[in-house]
């Protein structure tokens, strides 16, 4: 429905998923629910988290561009100091068209994220 407003209004709307990494195999996983807490003072009131499966953190921007993603994702995983962290982001219009594609590229690049190490943020090209 978002997406239709924004199409509609002519604005960008982002989504970036945020995955919390164990540090080793045998490290319990970080609870998603506590990283959402950790997290959603320092969004907007326009934008939406909630928790997500496989476990990560989705959050939809509103307004916000694929360019001020890596700003945005380092502003909030600074309060997740204490976890290592993967993430991944899309935006409409830039990178996707409609709604399941915005939120399947950006969990694409979460778990590629994953996958090539952690602590960083892909973007699709």
Do not use: N
């Not at 959402?36 to 476990?55: K, Y």
């Amino acid at each position: 429905m978002e997406i239709q407003k924004a199409q509609r209004l002519r604005y960008c709307v982002s989504i970036a998923c945020i995955a919390a990494d164990r540090r080793s195999p045998e490290e319990e996983e970080p609870a998603v629910a506590v990283l959402a807490e950790r997290v959603t003072p320092l969004i907007r009131s326009t934008d939406v988290v909630t928790c997500w499966d496989p476990p990560c953190l989705a959050l939809m921007l509103i307004d916000a561009d694929v360019a001020s993603l890596p700003s945005i994702v380092d502003r909030l995983t600074t309060r997740l100091e204490m976890y290592l962290w993967s993430a991944g982001g899309a935006s409409y219009p830039k990178t996707a068209t409609r709604a399941d594609d915005l939120f399947h590229q950006a969990l694409h690049m979460m778990m590629q994220a994953q996958r090539d190490g952690g602590s960083r943020l892909y973007l699709p090209t």
